[in-house]
């Protein structure tokens, strides 16, 4: 059996930067808590919650007086609320996710109706539909748009960072189909991450040839999802979060088996699933 890892793998550098402040500034003030979870992978929530590492379920969860934002951001509106509330705020928003925050305000400032592609319930979604002044909606589809009530004519389209990017340019062509009749301007925005982008790629191109794919992340985190999405496009594909869910029975008759990673996916958990792979393959 052979195995190999995708080109890109382990923490992105939104995730990276995130956990690099949380764990400076539980280091030099003992603690800090955490407005939700900072990233989609239990695995790593726990390795933070030894440093103290505390997530707040909500702003009314918060015991301290300093919260950090997570990556995936948040409104200006909650931001407003936590201040209202006199608690610092310590920021990792991601870099790619602000530029998507700053889109969605300049295109709402310019009267435009501004479109998410992307999944609604989302915390970074709910964030960037926050900086639009809620003169926005999230979908992921186009015929939710269609339907909406006196339809401004100008609608600005912009996507949530981790989606496939080959589904946003089928969403904008199907949208272009149904509200170019209409007198309609349309300005899309790519907010898509380019680490995503890297990713998905390189994952592909591994599924391609693999006779069997491991997707290795939460089973709750959107974009390790979209990762096992694609890759099944092209091979078998299993999703797990650890290496004690792989099955024995899926390797029967495989002989070329690749391994790509969500972007909040430790080096650690891949190494132990590499391990795990590689005993197989002696046992
Ligand atoms: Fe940022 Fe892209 Fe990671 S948006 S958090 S670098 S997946």
Redesign the pocket.
């Known amino acids: 059996m052979r195995i190999e890892k995708a080109d890109e793998i382990g923490f ?4 990276r930067r ?1 956990v690099d402040i949380l764990e400076r500034v539980a280091r030099e003030r003992g603690g800090v808590e955490t407005l939700g979870a900072v990233v989609h992978n239990q695995q790593v929530l726990q390795r933070l919650a030894e440093i103290g590492v505390r997530v707040a379920k909500g702003v009314d969860d918060i015991q301290g007086d300093m919260v950090a934002i997570s ?2 951001g948040v409104s200006p509106q909650l931001e407003e609320e936590i201040r209202a509330r006199h608690i610092e705020t310590i920021d990792t928003t ?4 602000r530029r998507a925050q700053i889109v969605a305000h300049r295109l709402a400032d310019s009267g435009f109706l501004v479109i998410i592609y992307g999944d609604a319930d989302h915390p970074e979604v709910k964030g960037v539909l926050g900086w639009a002044n809620n003169k926005g909606l999230a979908t992921l589809d186009e015929k939710v748009i269609a339907k909406v009530d006196n339809l401004p004519r100008r609608l600005g389209v912009l996507c949530q ?2 989606q496939i990017p080959t589904h946003f340019t089928g969403f904008i062509k199907r949208l272009i189909d149904s509200v170019f009749a209409r007198d309609f301007e349309l300005r899309i925005i790519d907010t898509i ?4 982008r890297q990713r998905q790629a390189a994952a592909l191109k591994l599924a391609r040839t693999a006779d069997l794919m491991l997707v290795i992340g939460g089973h709750n985190s959107a ?1 390790t999802n979209r990762l096992a999405q694609l890759c099944s496009m092209a091979t078998k594909t299993y999703l797990i979060e650890t290496a004690e869910e792989i099955q024995p029975a899926w390797f029967q008759g495989q002989s070329y088996i690749g391994i790509t990673a969500g ?1 909040s996916t430790a080096l650690e958990t891949v190494n132990e699933v590499w391990l795990k792979l590689e005993a197989m393959k002696f046992g």
């Open positions: 992105c550098f939104g995730v995130a990556s995936h991601c870099p790619f996710v960072t981790t991450c380019h680490d995503i974009n972007t």
